[in-house]
């Protein structure tokens, strides 16, 4: 974003001699202005936040299905506790289920991975407009 300095429209000194009307005009002007730079501001501020919600919803998504394909942590085994019988694994699901996380994961990592290169593009040719 731009510096604040840079973001202020100066507002043109009326000396109070002038004719009503034409004061009139020129504080009308300078309150467009100021309303012009605002709403820039804030139509920045809203594609960023868009932007911002995109890329998170999108690292969401990306956790909530790794957390119900994935399995469970295991737990820690105490001393105490007796180890637990291995349960034999069918060898087509696990494939199957490996190769559906991993799609999905590829996936919803390129699209998120997508929208935070055009997020760094935008704000970069933003930054090279504001400094030229």
Known sequence: MKNLRETITRVPVVPPK???EERKEQ???SIDKYLGAIETQIGDLKK?????LVI?????A????????LPAGKK?????EPLPEPEPEKAGDSMLWAAMKG???SILLAVA???LLELIDHLTTKDAEATS
């Open 48 to 52: 960023v936040g868009k932007n911002a």
């Open 27 to 29: 504080l009308q002007e």
């Open 76 to 80: 820690t085994i105490e001393d105490h």
């Open 113 to 115: 991975k997508e929208k």
């Open 56 to 60: 998170g919803g999108i690292i969401v």
């Open 62 to 69: 990306v956790y909530a299905v790794t957390e119900l394909l």
């Open 103 to 105: 799609a999905a994961t």
């Open 18 to 20: 002038a004719n009503r």
